[in-house]
């Protein structure tokens, strides 16, 4: 289990290399799509956060970059992790089959919760 809580503000989602270094093509295009794609980014940069809690790795230097962590809605808009490259391994290395999200925001605060299995 993994839980992260950020600030909206904290996450540069204005900054197109930190956007791009950390969220997928798919990723990008879906929250800059929504009302508010500031608060999209931050929660899936929670997200990606608590899936790393719940794998027991670190991010990127440690374990893996936060790309390798792909947080998109299935057809009734619920947030489905798709893992990649490092971050599949060491969930492969772990014997994790599945991982769920949970993503929420707020106007300046975003969270999420994951869990591993």
Known sequence: MGSRTELISAVPSHNANFVK????????TYCRAQPHPEASFAARWAGKEAVFKALGVKSKGAGAAMSDIEILP?????????????????????????????????ENVAIAFAQAS
């Open 21 to 28: 270094r950390n969220f997928t093509e798919s990723e990008i």
């Open 74 to 106: 299935d057809g009734n808009g619920v947030p489905c992790v798709t893992l990649h490259g490092d971050a599949k391994k060491a969930a492969d290395e772990k014997g994790v089959a599945k991982v769920l999200v949970s993503l929420s925001h707020s």
